[in-house]
């Protein structure tokens, strides 16, 4: 019989598919959550144990937030594709949907090799409790300082400077927004992108450092949340589907059920952050996620050390 039981893959379903697009990193809240309750869900839920059934778990729940996105994001992702394939047939890059295409695919490149490289080093290593309350802590220092930032005073262009051309004001909001992101360099998009490597720290936000790095290189909030959601597409999704398989084999026996249920909870969870979300960023900041990721981190280290 499974150790993993439905009420428990559904509540890391809806963790996951909140935390993974909040700025207060999905991993982290997956690793801490059980350790803080204790119990069964601290036995059951330990994503550093041996052959634990819970690693398989947040793989259908990742799959199910990509899923999420791509619903959210649909036509975007058609016009992006479409924009990648005229790319192609006229090896030419002018378009606003050509750039993106491109800038997306640049943007994931550092982080798509990284997560090969060293995704299982740094669960096995560092996918316990402390450290992830130790770098959810650092999460918030990393917002805030984005923030304070953001403000002035650091000689970094503000976010919201980008130039918008005579007559853009009528078109949609979004292809307002991919026209200000397109305006991003190669290299800029390099490095937004290769922020997400950080978020492999168990209790970094990949959501959380995308968007920071974005406000750094010029982006407006609701800009760089925009870009942020994009690129978790493939990266969230690829990396799901390279283990889906083995949900398919021995490790998903007697979890395929709660693992659908949990999947289901994930996509409703992640489907409503994503559209909070991206009204949030038009008008409010990351300082209200930096102030919780760095209490929750410090009263978690707190708690774990002196329990």
């Not at 052959?51 to 899923?67: K, Q």
């Not at 560092?126 to 770098?135: C, D, Q, R, S, T």
């Not at 998903?252 to 909070?276: N, P, T």
């Not at 990721?293 to 329990?307: I, P, Q």
Request: charged share 15%; glycine share 10%.
């Amino acid at each position: 019989m499974s150790v993993l039981t439905y009420p428990e893959a559904i509540g890391v379903g809806l963790l996951q598919g909140v935390t993974e697009l909040f700025p207060v990193s999905s991993l982290g809240h997956s690793i801490l959550l059980p350790a803080l309750l204790g119990g069964s869900w601290k036995r059951d839920l330990n994503v550093s144990a041996a052959d634990s059934p819970y690693l398989n778990v947040l793989i259908g729940l990742h799959l199910a937030t990509a899923l999420a996105l791509v619903v959210y994001f649909w036509r975007d992702w058609v016009r992006v594709i479409s924009g990648l394939v005229s790319s192609l047939r006229e090896r030419r890059i002018e378009t606003v949907d050509q750039k993106l295409a491109w800038l997306l695919i640049v943007a994931t490149i550092p982080v798509g090799i990284a997560g090969l490289a060293l995704d299982k080093v740094f669960r096995e290593s560092l996918g316990k409790p402390i450290p992830a309350a130790i770098f959810l802590t650092l999460n918030g220092v990393v917002l805030y300082v984005a923030e304070r930032l953001r403000r002035g005073g650091s000689g970094r262009r503000r976010a919201g400077d980008a130039v918008v051309a005579p007559g853009d004001e009528q078109l949609h909001p979004d292809e307002l927004s991919d026209r200000r992101i397109t305006k991003l360099s190669w290299g800029q998009a390099l490095i937004i992108g290769g922020a997400q490597i950080l978020a492999l720290l168990p209790g970094i936000s990949r959501s959380g450092v995308t968007i920071s790095t974005g406000i750094f290189k010029g982006l407006r909030h609701e800009d760089s949340a925009r870009f942020a959601f994009l690129l978790a597409t493939p990266v969230i999704g690829a990396a799901a589907l390279l283990k889906v398989p083995s949900l398919l084999g021995h490790a998903g026996d007697g979890i395929r059920g709660q693992v659908l249920a949990g999947a289901v909870a994930a996509f409703v969870a992640g489907y409503i952050a994503v559209r909070f979300l991206t009204k949030y960023f038009e008008t409010r900041t990351l300082t209200p996620f930096a102030i919780y990721c760095f209490v929750a981190g410090l009263g978690s280290l707190a708690y774990l050390t002196l329990a």
